[in-house]
């Protein structure tokens, strides 16, 4: 085999994306663009009131419309198996939890057939009053188990009541971050193809996992998972509203079952909002208590936020201020109310994004208050250990991430704000956190004998570039170049593997890699040559190790900097400058890695200034439902952005020795902005985002 002596390591280095010809040519087909003969198309049609049930569905006018081929309704679509995902109970009943609710599904030969058969069923609804207000005092907010990610939703340790009380500064503060929408450029959308005898189901899906979407599939179906094919061969984005299966592959499959021809389902962006999850609006009540040089002696977080009528989901938000900062006194609480919402879900760095604005912001006021420049008081308030768990860090470098980050911003310089004509100039500091998370994957690797390798896994790319860094950490364990490494990903006929989320895809796909490439190197050091005409293969799990509890807190951290210019004429807020630093183990490619910080950080933007999303109290919908209403950063929003990392070495993570680089970016990115604004004008915004209605 064609080893090279010296093992030019291929992680870290910038391999290029190996599908990003076949994307930009539009060679790879993402799941719409598969149509199988004689395909279907169907368009769900949703609830136009926000709470009650739907009383009659006349199909009539629908039926009539040329090329349809059916509309299923609550009162005849097929039944479906068991499932703990209740908004996947799709047409079983007659309610309707919250408005977008599917309340029946259009079928017909064309797209377009299906789009006018769906908007001229006419449904017919009795209507209960509904409440979709959240609100800190609402009375039926309550305290759950858990929150997201099985966080304890309670945590306290010392009286932080009397600290505060006894603390010669304070700070006390309410913040408010609305609700935000996931928005992947690639809207969901699923081909659903039963064979024949209908013992068979492929699905080619959008998704973040196609394992999961699989389970599910076979549960709702009733069939077992080797009956059920799910591809996701190209996935454009979905920063975890693709994380679960979504109504849109349910109902494909229904159709598909149902009149017995593959059927299309893509949603209209328009849907996403009420079907694919969101992020939940948080409210923070945030509890600062310092002695006069900045030690902190008392830190309350407590979140109050929202919840679907069908399903608890509780954003994690107060669950960073439990790894930040050397506090004696901490209580971190979650709060929640069932509503007639849609149901959130992950959105990109769950918890973390909306809590570090939150505990940034206020460390930011603190810092105002004390007159200690806001990276000196992070400094002073490192823990040496975890604060909630009292574990050690298996590795922290957010005070490095601070430094350099200063030295590279030039934060020094950027101390006193300035006046430019019309615009005012500031600059903001907030530091970033975000878990390491590993899931247990299993993998493949192949040696032919024409010196080429293999390596199989159902890993999902959703834009990382998945396939290059696998075939990175297969190359490094081979000792072989990189460009003998094809990886197989995206099937669910792949050996299984953990879904693209919680920033842990790379971490635990690449073990499993790492492993079964370890193992095959064993075996091809045992062989001798020539190899059999079938080649060697080996295979790894690593079920066991992933779900070894390490006795460490695992975490990334960052540092963001910002510089902003407000008008003060038009109440403007631009970003003129953005720069992150991150501790994020090794980093196993620097060009995509750096890719991922800079569009998290984009995103963080887009949370900081113009995302905006807004739950009508009458109507119970959320307005902004289509990108020329919910802005996401345009070209000419994104200034320049630097991301830089630590070489950062943590023995007590995985083979490769990575951190998770998919989430930290976007944590802490809202409150270095929020931070500069106040630097800038010398007033603070507590509301997310900056928009001149507020400015002004
Ligand atoms: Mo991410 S929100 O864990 O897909």
């Known amino acids: 085999m064609p080893t090279l002596p010296d093992s030019p390591s291929a992680l870290g280095s910038p391999a290029r994306r190996r599908e990003g010809r076949e994307k930009v040519t539009g060679a790879a087909r993402y799941a719409a663009e598969h149509t199988p003969p004689d395909c279907a198309y169907a368009w769900p049609v949703p609830a136009t009131i926000a709470r009650g049930r739907v009383i009659s569905v006349d199909t009539a006018p629908a039926t009539a419309v040329p090329g349809v081929i059916g509309v299923l309704t609550p009162y005849d679509a097929p039944r479906l198996g068991a499932t703990d995902d209740p908004t996947l109970h799709l047409l079983q009943d007659p309610r309707v939890p919250h408005r977008g609710w599917y309340v029946a599904l259009a079928v017909a030969d064309t797209l377009e057939g299906a789009r006018d058969a769906a908007s001229a069923v006419r449904v017919g609804y009795e209507s209960d009053p509904h409440d979709v207000t959240l609100s800190a005092d609402h009375q039926r907010v309550y305290t759950p188990e858990e929150a997201n990610g099985g966080h304890p939703a309670h945590r306290e340790q010392g009286d932080a009541d009397a600290e505060l009380a006894a603390a010669p500064v304070r700070v006390d503060c309410v913040y408010a971050v609305g609700p935000l929408h996931n928005h992947p450029m690639e809207p969901h959308a699923a081909v659903a193809d039963w064979d024949g005898g209908r013992r068979h189901l492929t699905v080619h899906d959008s998704s973040q996992g196609s394992g999961l979407v699989r389970s599910v599939l076979a549960a709702l179906f009733k069939l077992t998972e080797d009956q059920v094919t799910v591809v996701s061969e190209h996935v454009g984005g979905g920063f975890g509203s693709k994380g679960t299966p979504r109504p849109h592959v349910v109902l494909a499959a229904m159709a598909s079952r149902h009149y017995g021809r593959p059927v299309k389902l893509a949603l209209p962006r328009a849907h996403l909002p009420a079907t694919v999850g969101h992020r939940a609006p948080t409210l923070h009540h945030i509890r600062l208590g310092a002695r006069t040089d900045g030690t902190l002696t008392a830190l309350t977080h407590e979140i109050t936020t929202h919840t679907s009528r069908i399903r608890e989901f509780v954003e994690q938000a107060a669950v960073p201020a439990r790894v930040m900062y050397a506090v004696p006194a901490l ?316 070489d950062e070495h943590d023995k007590h993570l995985n083979p490769m020795g990575s951190k998770g680089i998919g989430e930290i970016g976007i944590v802490g990115t809202a409150a270095a902005i929020g931070n500069a604004f106040s630097h800038a004008t010398g007033h603070r915004l507590r509301e997310l985002p900056l928009t001149p209605d507020r400015v002004l």
């Open 331 to 646: 209580r971190t609480t979650h709060r929640v109310v069932a509503l007639d919402v849609p149901t959130p879900s992950w959105m990109r760095a769950p918890g973390e994004a909306p809590g570090m604005y939150a505990l940034e912001s206020a460390m930011d006021e603190l810092a105002g208050i004390l007159g200690i420049d806001p990276i000196e008081l992070r400094v002073r308030n490192e823990p040496r250990t975890e604060p909630d768990s009292g574990l050690p860090f298996s590795s922290r470098h957010l005070v490095e991430c601070l430094r350099e980050g200063a030295e590279r911003f030039g934060w020094a310089r950027c101390r006193e704000p300035r006046r430019e004509g019309p615009y005012l100039i500031g600059s903001g500091v907030a530091a970033a956190t975000y878990p390491v998370l590993v899931a247990p994957s299993t993998a493949r690797a192949h040696a032919r004998p024409d010196g080429g390798y293999l390596v199989e896994i159902n890993a999902t790319d959703i834009g990382t570039g998945a396939r290059t860094v696998l075939a990175q950490v297969a190359a490094d364990a081979l000792r072989v170049p990189l460009d003998s490494v094809s990886v197989a990903i995206g099937h669910t006929g792949l050996p299984a593997a953990s879904l693209a989320g919680g920033s842990c895809g790379t971490a635990s796909w690449g073990w499993a890699v790492h492993d079964a490439c370890t193992a095959l190197t064993a075996r091809l050091e045992r062989h001798h040559e020539p190899l059999p005409a079938r080649g060697l293969s080996a295979s790894a799990d690593t079920t066991q190790s992933a779900k070894q509890k390490p006795p460490y807190s695992r975490h990334a951290f960052g540092a963001h900097f910002a510089e902003v210019r407000v008008d003060t004429v038009t109440g403007e807020v631009r970003v003129r400058r953005m720069l992150g630093v991150f501790a994020a183990g090794r980093i196993l490619n620097a060009l995509t890695a750096r890719s991922q910080f800079k569009g998290a950080m984009v995103m963080g933007l887009g949370m900081a200034l113009t995302e905006h999303s807004t739950m009508d109290a009458v109507f119970g919908d959320f307005t902004e439902s289509d990108l020329a209403a919910y802005h996401v950063p345009a070209h000419a929003d994104v200034p320049a952005i630097e991301a830089h990392w630590i």
